[in-house]
């Protein structure tokens, strides 16, 4: 799906601000609440995760449907045009309707979805919009979950992932108009041919007759066009994007009156003798896998908290990251094409292993990952749809270099190869120019693993010298070099990219005897680690666990959340910081960006 542009044909209004806001009391549905205005609302503020916003923990804890609304006033619109009502994400399943009519529904909690609501509204009038947010998972969602009841008949939401499952409204909301005949979506693959680059597009508009293109530099100035909605266009003496240097074009697509402005970089990304090359030169991954999270907004999408990120990661001297757990707001994929960051753009599987999960209730179906009561073919042909319109969503961006298909799932396993083997196709016809992955969890060793040849390139969490073998590096050092050695014999000629790995870290817990949970200790854990990349040409990448301190579910081994941060949850320097910033600015400046 096409992000929202503006051009002379598409006008967009943001319908973020504070809305009203209802839990459900489990008659929502049955009484209509869409019907009338919601009759004990209080005010909450979009985009935002709706839990810690008030102090109630009634809100923090919720299971089930919230109801959000406000009305809307629907500007005019010239002959012809329609209305699009477009959001960014409602996590996880959201259902919409235009006064008493439901326009939309869409499960998954982390992609747009949009209705035309042309029909249902009158210019000049207000109409009352009223969104229904489910935060249930169940077996056949990505991820998957369930929801289960305690002894005390509480309901409870049960996921496989240590973040705390946030819901809400978490992207923006948007009204915008486009022609009756408009651009839907737009492919852009670019090459390289000496100096000039090569941009292989192809355009859907419903309906228009006359489809051109034209390709703009970064200053706006015309530099190639062409006819038609699918073609080569040679850009001469191309500006190529490249880490570091987020140089953008944009194409800016004509279908009979609709001008669609796709931005985009010419680069090319490709695999060889264990490297990733972008443009032809290997590329090392440096930075952190990720999360959405912050105090009071949780994963609501914020664009000072966004640069503000940006800043940190590039004070430290990172170039990369990954989208851990879950494709990220847009907008953070926008900024990381202009800041010529590298990314890792993660699915939102998280989560299917049930092998290493207690299950708060206890009732995990036989901890059977792959069984007609947990992870079934209706869960794989779910995220083979989410897999395709993820890349749908995200095909267009430079900074994008690898698509991981999941976090962490059993993949040692006859059951999980006959799961991944269709799914890792589905990446491949969606988009045929970018290495397929998926990330690797510790028990899935090589000499277990069976899915690893599915894939084109070895992703990795590791926990040595914390989850296994705690406080014990020289150990824990000795296993990951024997590990790195099998993963060698097993993948020949692939890239080995360290995904996860660090200590949950106290700041200000200082310790002469550098044990765990002190600063100290995660000095010496993420030195370990990189003592033993730097002896590997194989490993090309190193992205820690994790950028910031976040929220998780409550948990014996989370001490106001999962503390793996190199920075706290406010984005303050713990001491292995500035030891990693060493590291990274001297590699930046050895290897380029
Ligand atoms: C992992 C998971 C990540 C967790 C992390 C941890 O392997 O991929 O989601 O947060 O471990 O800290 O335990």
Redesign the pocket.
Known sequence: MLSVRSSVSRTALCLDGVWQFQLDDGTGLKEGWYARSLTDPRPMPVPASYNEITTDMEVYDHVGLAWYQRDVLVPHLRDGERLILRFGSVTHHGRVWVDETEVAYHEGGYLPFEADITDHVTPGETFRLTVAVDNELRWDTIPVGYTGTDALGQKRRNYF???FSYAGIHRSVVLYTRPAHAVTDVTIVTDISGANGLLTYSVEAPGASDIHVRVLDAAGCEVARAEGAEGTITVEDAHLWAPGKGYLYTLEVHADDDVYPQPFGIRTVAIEDSQLLINGTPFYFRGYGRHEDNIVRGKGHDNVLMVHDFEVMKWQGANSFRT??YPYAEEVLDYADREGFVVIDETAA?GLNLSMWPGELGDVPGKVTFSPDTVTEATQKTHADHIREFIARDKNHPSVVIWSIA??PESETEAARDYFAPLAQVAREADPTRPVGYVN?AMATPDVEKCADLFDVVML?RYNGWYTDTGNLALGEKKLRDEIDGWIKLCPGKPIIFT?YGPDTLDGLRDYQRRPWSEEYQIDMLGMFHRVFDDYPQVVGEQM?NFADFRTIPGIIRVGG?R?GMFTRDRLPKAAAYVVRDRWLAMRERLGF
Do not use: T
């Open positions: 992932f240590d973040f851990s757990h998280v976090n962490e969890v969490n996860e666990w999962n793996k």
